[in-house]
């Protein structure tokens, strides 16, 4: 506030008690004094309710306070005055009297004026709306409470349909809080000094050609993101740049040339073009001035990438995000400043007990305590106080104590952090707490796909579906992951791959950090951090004795045969390959994986990469997940020898080569027990093989976003066990095969976005336990009439999007 409330408080006290010695020695001005002691004594309440209600006025009303400030500070001048004249000074006192009177009346003015209303009303309405909004957070944790308790299962099959009503109830929960947190947290944010970093942040935007690369900068966790957000939602900002702004996240290891391709197309209004048709970082364009542009950087670590995403352009501003200072490249900087005494400990409590203040049956000196050692570090202050919450206070003690223990947070010791970090996976079960340390096994800053993460879990900790989502749920309860959804996920047939998971860079930190502190041969993970040209020295130069990691992460680029040595990991049961390449050669130490159940195997370069030795899976007796993203697939026949465990087997983004072809691969022969199958934007992809139609194991079957898609088996219908059947953005899709409609088993039917399927079969009506049908943006002109005696079809699981539906259903 302009003027603190503090110091109007005293003026007005040490007024009303001259007033009183004044009244008392019976001075000329006696009846003024008493007058405007009275005034004083109505406008004291006012004034003590806005020292101690800790509500922030309106800018607007802020010119108000001050003036009566200044009005009682004259009146506290005039009052001393007073005391000190001569009594026998008449004439004096006479002047001083009719000071007191006019006094007065400028005080009854304040308080019969607009003031009292304006400021009892502002009081008034901000109470109110914070008493209501915390009403719905008790009540929307209250609920949630319930339904954690009384979740049901939906399918027990695969394919996400397992998690059912816990797919559902999650992620409704997500988006309620999203809905009605979101917007309580923009704003408790503004009220933690982001307005202050916003107005700053928009100055060095606003400037013209001076500055035309200008950065955040800050300790990680200190909410450059957060504020790199606002900037980027800020209505001035969007009307500024007429809504030309890119937000990129560059990560420590980034795609130079994809990123590069984004900006550059973003800027040229030429989207998609090839990487090759980017210019060298040193043109420098000819761009019409006005064309006004704004591109954020985020998490930048390297000046050397810094200066390759950089485009000289008339009218491009470019706002870096990083914890580094390039003050060759900065034209201007912002400092994001730590969380300060009241501001942190609000922001402790809105995490740990939901409201911005300490409440009264809180241990006061322990609660400030737990915060003075979070050093104001507004990610620290969230987790932490998020994993104490409902804690007993003994937890809370027994936070404080291990808090205590450690240095205090520095800016150039991110390890300080962790350290401290390390207090929130305390209270976390154990099996909670590995499933955490898991999350360190995938890049930084990527989207983990839901069903990778279940998989992972369900593979090494014994878990069913339910209990792993539940887990998610409960992480990011503790903020120590964010869900993010896709538009179209929400109910209990979303596939897992519609949520993704993505989690905090210093998060992702702490996992590793605390996961890897035993020797590299006896590590639980045996992790890359970072992505490498090789494997680390450490592991060559401990080869030689076995490593009995469970689980392991390797981040490289292109690796040949050459490339790999000898490992033998006898307990491994999860491998995951991240890379960025064309080309990638299996590790021959799969060879040595005899328990290993879950393979991952993600391209993150900008085309799809050759797979070599392929032929290891044949030693692969035991894996039941399969994952491959952005690989080709033209040598699936070096599958020689059947997969006879593998439950589920996603495609992602894959080259296909007619590599699925029957007089390639038999999938019901190499797959036989396979329940779950999904194959998402494989372009290629135009007709699904016919022995799709043998596996009789099958439960869900997923083909989207595969645009050239044209035709399914014809035998469709023998899939008796094959529960649900996704083949949404598919619109190269005319028709189902009439036996679709044998399909006994099927609950599920997505045709949603097959814009050229203009109708089902007109047997449809003898799917008696078909459940929904989603059909938005799809173009079907009727449904069969058939279906009117769907059993278990109603109305409402008849997504809307369609045009026409049949008499027997009203129109949808």
Known sequence: MVVADLFVGEIATELLKTLFTISRKSYPCKSSAESLMASVNELMPIIEEIKYSGVELPFNRQFQLDALSRTLTEGLELSRKVSASNRWNVYKNLQLSRKMEKMQKKISTFINGPLQAHILADVHHMRFETTERFDKMEWSAKRLEERIGNLKIGLGGGGGAGAGGWVEEAVKRVEEERNWDGSFEHNFNLGLGIEEGKRKVKEMVFEKEIFNVVGIC?????????????????????????????????????????????????????????????????????????????????????????????????????????????????????????????????????????????????????VKQIVDECKGLPLALKVIGASLRDQPEICWASAKKRLSKGEPICESHESKLLDRMAISTQFLSKKVRECFFDLGSFPEDKKIPLDVLINVWVEIHDLDDEEAFAILVELSDKNLLTLVRDARAG??????????????????????????????????????????????????????????????????????????????????????????????????????????????????????????????????????????????????????????????????????????????????????????????????????????????????????????????????????????????????????????????????????????????????????????????????VKLPYSAASLESFTRSNLRRGCFLVMEGFEEG
Not at 292 to 314: C, G, M, N
Not at 575 to 588: D, G, I, Q, R, T
Request: glycine share 4%.
């Open 491 to 780: 109910d209990k047939y979303s596939s897992y791959y519609e949520i993704g998971v993505m989690q905090h860079d210093v998060l992702r930190d702490l996992a590793i950090h605390l996961s890897s502190r035993e020797d590299v041969n006896e590590c639980k993970r045996l992790l890359m951090p970072r992505r490498e040209e090789q494997l680390p020295r450490e592991w060559e130069r401990n080869a030689d004795r076995p490593f009995n990691a469970q689980i392991v992460s390797i981040h490289t680029g292109e690796m040949k045969e050459m490339d790999w040595f000898r490992m033998d990991f006898p307990k491994a049961e999860v491998l995951v390959l991240n890379f960025s390449a064309n080309e990638f050669f299996l590790p021959p130490f799969i060879d040595d994986m005899p328990r290993l159940r879950a393979l991952v195997v993600i391209n993150y370069s900008a085309s799809n990469a050759t797979i070599g030795n392929l032929s290891v899976f044949s030693n692969l007796a035991n894996l039941k997940s399969l994952w491959l993203e952005k690989v080709s697939l033209s040598q699936l026949s070096e599958f020689t020898i059947p997969l006879k465990k593998i439950r589920k087997m996603s495609l992602i983004l894959c080259k296909i080569h007619n590599s699925l072809e029957e007089s390639v691969i038999d999938l019901s022969q190499k797959f036989p027990c396979l329940s779950e199958l999904t194959i998402d934007h494989c372009e290629d992809l135009i007709q699904l093989p016919s022995s799709i139609s043998r596996m009789q194991s099958l439960k869900s079957l997923s083909i989207t976003n595969c645009h050239n898609l044209e035709k399914l088996p014809p035998y469709l219908g023998n899939l008796k066990s094959l529960q649900i059947l996704r083949l949404s953005a598919c619109p190269s899709l005319k028709m189902l095969p009439p036996c679709t409609s044998d399909l006994a088993s099927l609950k599920f039917l997505d045709i949603s976005q097959c814009v050229n399927l203009k109708a089902l079969p007109e047997g449809i009506g003898k799917l008696s336990r078909l459940e929904k049908i989603d059909m938005r943006e799809c173009l079907l």
């Open 218 to 366: 800050g300790i990680g966790g200190s909410g450059k993101t957060t504020l790199a957000n606002e900037i980027c939602r800020d209505d001035q900002v969007r009307r500024h740049f007429e809504n030309r702004i890119l937000f990129l996240t560059v990560s420590q290891s980034p795609n130079v040339e994809q990123l590069r391709a984004k900006i550059f197309g973003f800027i040229t209004g030429a989207d998609g073009m090839g990487n090759d048709l980017v210019p060298n970082r040193d043109f420098q364009f000819e761009w019409r001035i006005g064309a006004r542009t704004l591109i954020v950087l985020d998490d930048v670590w390297s000046l050397k990438v810094l200066e390759q995403l950089i485009f000289k352009v008339a009218g491009c501003k470019t706002l870096v995000v990083s914890r580094f200072k390039f003050p060759t490249v900065f034209k201007a900087t912002y400092n994001v400043e730590l969380l300060r005494g009241d501001e942190a400990i609000s922001l402790f409590c809105h995490s740990a007990f939901g409201k911005t203040s300490i409440p009264p049956a809180a241990d006061s000196n322990l």
